[in-house]
């Protein structure tokens, strides 16, 4: 099942541009290894401020692909960090981490490929 609500999608290509979208992928595709790296991190470390950080700037760029489970799954994951709600911290960062990599990046790349 698609991670990426297509609607949505072609929604933000109206108001965008396949050009702009290129772009937009392009960022997230050089800017998501750093930010993975960071979140793992922030996990080893405990330090929910860094991952409150991380995760907040992740969920932004979620926001642009009408990825609609992985934002609000991100949306989540910040209420229980600014909550203290630590049980779960590195289980639901992991699987938020695992949707983008074998669900979001392969859409985004398939669509991204299309455009060339």
Sequence with gaps: MPVINRKEFEERLEMLSAEVM????????????????NIQEAL??????KLEFEIHALK????????DDLFNNTQ??????????????????????????????????EWYNKQA
């Design 22 to 37: 290129v772009e937009v992928i392009d960022i997230f595709n050089e800017s998501y290894p750093e930010r993975k790296q």
């Design 76 to 109: 989540l994951l910040l209420e229980k960090i600014r909550e203290n709600d630590s049980a779960d911290f590195e289980k639901d960062a992991n699987y938020l981490i695992g949707q983008i990599d074998q669900e979001l990046l392969p859409e985004l790349n």
């Design 60 to 67: 932004n760029d979620l926001s642009q692909f009408g990825a």
């Design 44 to 49: 080893s470390e405990k330090d929910p401020k």
